[in-house]
């Protein structure tokens, strides 16, 4: 594909990319030697940071490697990232074998050549590690890659289908674009079936964004779909525990399991939930993000659809997840809460130049730095409890 760009459209490519590679680069490092994280665990993080960044790359190149900074400095994504880890032979090659496919994938869907191969060979590596493994592999970090660039393609899809009234008209999403969506669910699934949690957001991007897929696609995002929720039910859900009250795992009455059913009506557990999300981005970053939902579900209803949807999946499990390993839902809330935190600082500036009638950008630039100082408290807060 880059091969067939002309200058121009490689330079406006480049500068698209920038901001979000800067923004992966600076968590990259700051996992590295503020963290001390092993680089395979970093390294995923910050391709997760990648991701997220660019699904704000149309609010503006500061505006979107602050968000994307402040999700890669929030508390759960730097337990994610940093700390000491122990690396047997088996997981350095999964996690060599994972890359290599990757590769192979980009480079296929770059050189615009055999797409059918490059699902093919992504789908075949991952289902050969399972057979060999014999059960998932349930890296998480793996799953917060994927889900990141999960998300930025629906929202993609989604803004090219259903475009705002001042935006080009619409377009139909290229195959090369399906086959990328349909092989990071698939990839996902496999890595851990906790990511068949994404399944409400994919189906209702795929929905409203009105794609033509084949019927055979519909098939097996049907059949990854069941394989990720029977595998959900045998590692997160037991018959045993389930259904015991959530209120005596509060009270400390019974040892925690996994999933306690209930969860989701016990008010103490929402508050719980609720104060830890808001810790993540700060009361103020909480706020924003209120006002943000409301806004972005005028400015674009399909994406606020979608991504309410996927914050829903997550946010439920959250109240009936009583398991180790908080950010193994928390990730993919804040992924999409910071795109409703950084459009509300985005919409407070286009409030302020409409009230002002200025048409500047010296307030949204103004906005930006104060949005700044978001990251930097998470920085310090990170460093005084070293």
């Known amino acids: 594909?880059?091969?067939?760009?002309?200058?121009?459209?490689?330079s406006e490519q480049m500068r698209y990319w920038i901001p979000p590679l800067l923004s992966g680069m600076i968590a990259l490092l700051l996992f590295t030697l503020l963290g001390?994280?092993?680089l395979l665990r970093a390294g995923a993080m910050s391709i997760a940071v990648i991701g997220v960044t660019a699904s704000l790359r149309a609010l503006g190149q500061l505006l979107c490697i602050v968000g994307g900074l402040t999700?890669?400095?929030?508390?759960?994504?730097?337990?994610?990232?940093?700390?000491?880890?122990?690396?047997?032979s088996l997981?350095?090659?999964?996690?060599?074998?994972?890359?290599?496919?990757v590769a192979i994938i980009i480079f296929l869907f770059i050189s615009n050549r055999a797409l059918y191969y490059a699902a093919i060979i992504g789908v075949t590596l991952t289902v050969v590690l399972v057979v060999i493994l014999n059960e998932s592999v349930r890296s998480t970090r793996i799953s917060n890659l994927l889900g990141a660039w999960l998300i930025y393609m629906l929202m993609i899809a989604l803004r090219k289908t259903n475009p705002r009234p001042e935006a080009p008209p619409a377009k139909e999403i290229s195959q090369r674009h399906q086959y990328a969506v349909l092989v990071l669910y698939l990839l996902g699934v496999f890595n851990d079936p906790l990511f068949s949690l994404y399944a409400p957001a994919l189906l209702i991007g795929?929905?409203?964004?009105?794609?033509?897929?084949?019927?055979w696609q519909w098939v097996v995002y049907g059949v990854m779909t069941f394989y990720g929720g029977v595998?959900?039910?045998?590692?997160?859900?037991?018959?045993?525990?389930?259904?015991?009250?959530?209120?005596?795992?509060?009270?400390?009455?019974i040892a925690p399991p996994y999933l306690i059913l209930s969860g989701w009506r016990n008010t103490d557990r929402w508050i719980m939930l609720m104060r830890e999300v808001a810790n993540q981005y700060t009361v103020v970053g909480a706020i924003i993000s209120l006002f943000g939902i409301a806004r972005f579900s005028r400015w674009?209803?399909?994406?606020?659809?979608?991504?309410?949807?996927?914050?829903?999946?997550?946010?439920?499990?959250?109240?009936?997840?009583?398991g180790p390993n908080e950010t193994t839902y928390m990730i993919p809330l804040l992924g999409i809460q910071i795109i409703w935190l950084t459009y509300g600082v985005h919409s407070i500036g286009q409030w302020i130049l409409r009230y002002t009638q200025q048409t500047n950008s010296t307030i949204p630039r103004f906005l930006t730095a104060l949005f700044l100082i978001l990251p930097i408290v998470q920085l310090g807060r990170i460093i005084t409890e070293r």
């Open 1 to 10: 594909m880059l091969t067939s760009l002309s200058k121009p459209q490689l």
């Open 36 to 38: 001390h994280a092993p």
């Open 71 to 88: 999700f890669a400095l929030s508390p759960a994504s730097w337990a994610q990232a940093s700390g000491n880890l122990s690396i047997d």
């Open 91 to 101: 997981s350095v090659g999964y996690v060599l074998v994972f890359a290599f496919g």
């Open 206 to 215: 795929l929905w409203l964004s009105r794609i033509h897929l084949p019927f």
């Open 231 to 253: 595998l959900f039910y045998r590692v997160y859900i037991s018959n045993e525990w389930s259904f015991h009250l959530a209120q005596l795992l509060l009270d400390g009455s």
């Open 300 to 322: 674009h209803p399909p994406l606020s659809t979608m991504l309410l949807f996927g914050y829903g999946s997550f946010f439920v499990f959250g109240l009936m997840y009583f």
